[in-house]
């Protein structure tokens, strides 16, 4: 069984100020990790994922992520946040099995507030 | 667009009633999932379908029902409807059908948001 836990279900930063929204997984296989990012009145769209190539990806809008094994996590971060980037965020899992069973799991998200 | 497709985006209906939300997947999308988002449950996994079969449930309700056609679209039924369902209903799509499409990913439509009054 697979799950996620998001640290922080609201985090406020600063205009330009760093971004750092954690994810920890519990995966019994080497999961895929992503996150999406939702805006107010939108569906989920897919920010970034790994799937076991670069343990360093990168995203869209400036966003990346580490995969640290040792760590079971899977925190995402922009150096500098924008306005923009004000949305809920959530972090998924999945094994790398595939099949028709398929199935991601969701953290709880997490509120970024971006504050002038 | 993210190329799924879900109708209607907004409705509004009375307690008691039934309703009907409709999903079209991505082209090529055998899997279609529902997804319930209120503000007190968060994102809540419903029921996965995969290629006309039923292939996994979550916190789905017994008023509740899907199914998917032949045509890979699929349909939520909501049943009796209490003013606690009012929500935003998700249908997501995905490719998988083997290890190298893993990495895909759900592909989420806009929602259907629904208001129980």
């Known amino acids: 069984a697979q799950s996620v836990t998001q640290l922080g279900s609201h985090v406020s930063v600063s205009e330009g100020a760093l971004v750092l929204l954690r994810c920890n997984y519990s995966?019994?296989?080497?999961?895929?990790l992503f996150w999406y990012v939702q805006y107010p009145n939108q569906g989920l769209q897919l920010l970034l994922k790994y799937t076991s190539a670069a343990t360093l990806v990168k995203g869209i809008n400036g966003f990346e992520a580490e995969f640290k094994k040792s760590e079971t996590s899977f925190h995402l971060t922009k150096p500098s946040a924008h306005m923009s980037d004000a949305a809920e965020y959530f972090c998924?899992?999945?094994?790398?099995?595939?099949?028709?069973?398929?199935?991601?799991?969701f953290g709880k998200g997490t509120l970024l507030t971006v504050n002038p | 667009d993210s190329g799924v497709t879900q109708t209607p985006k907004h409705l509004i209906t009375a307690t008691g009633q039934r309703v009907t939300l409709r999903c079209s997947p991505r082209?090529?999308?055998?899997?279609v999932y529902w997804y319930q988002q209120s503000l007190d449950q968060g994102l809540q996994f419903l029921i996965q379908y995969y290629n006309g079969e039923e292939r996994a449930k979550g916190n789905i309700l017994e008023r509740f029902s899907a199914q998917q056609f032949p045509d890979l679209h699929s349909e939520l039924n909501l049943s009796s409807l209490e003013l606690g369902d009012s929500a935003l209903y998700f249908c997501?799509?995905?490719?998988?059908?083997?290890?190298?499409?893993?990495?895909?990913?759900?592909?989420f439509g806009s929602g259907t948001r629904l208001t129980v009054v």
């Open positions: 997501a799509s995905s490719v998988v059908s083997g290890q190298r499409t893993v990495g895909a990913g759900y592909t």
């Open positions: 995966s019994s296989v080497p999961p895929y």
């Open positions: 082209s090529g999308d055998l899997s």
């Open positions: 998924a899992v999945s094994d790398s099995r595939g099949g028709s069973n398929y199935k991601l799991t």
